[in-house]
Nanobody
Framework: QVHLVESGGGSVQTGGSLRLSCAAS?????MGWFRQAPGKEREGVAA????????YYADSVKGRFTISQDNAKNTVYLQMNSLKPEDTAMYYC????????????????????WGQGTQVTVSS
């Protein structure tokens, strides 16, 4: 069993930055961030393999968001820069005990473990 605890959400203005954190208890091989805005489908944002370091991004955030890891703390971060109003959503951390394999992990969203979510609001 893996327990995930997210933190770091908040409200910023367009162009601002936020860093989300996801602390995991238990063994994971792939961790990701997903988001869902009201009335919209869930979208995969980024994923990383904490052991190997491979990372994957949605086209909508490439060049603005960076996913990273601190293996000592079993924590994954999502640094979000140049935020836009369309980034406003509830952000969820997810983890699984299989590798990410490739970027399709963001579309499949077949993660066994999910956090409670943290709200990100970007105002214009």
């Amino acid at each position: 069993q893996v327990h995930l605890v997210e933190s770091g959400g908040g409200s910023v203005q367009t162009g601002g930055s936020l860093r989300l954190s996801c602390a995991a208890s238990g063994y994971t091989r792939c961790m990701g961030w997903f988001r869902q805005a009201p009335g919209k489908e869930r979208e995969g944002v980024a994923a990383i393999e904490p052991g190997g370091g491979n990372s994957y991004y949605a086209d909508s955030v490439k060049g603005r968001f960076t996913i990273s890891q601190d293996n000592a703390k079993n924590t994954v971060y999502l640094q979000m820069n140049s935020l836009k109003p369309e980034d406003t959503a509830m952000y969820y951390c997810a983890a699984r005990q299989a590798p990410c394999y490739n970027s399709y992990v963001l579309r499949r969203a077949d993660f066994a473990y999910w956090g409670q979510g943290t709200q990100v609001t970007v105002s214009s």
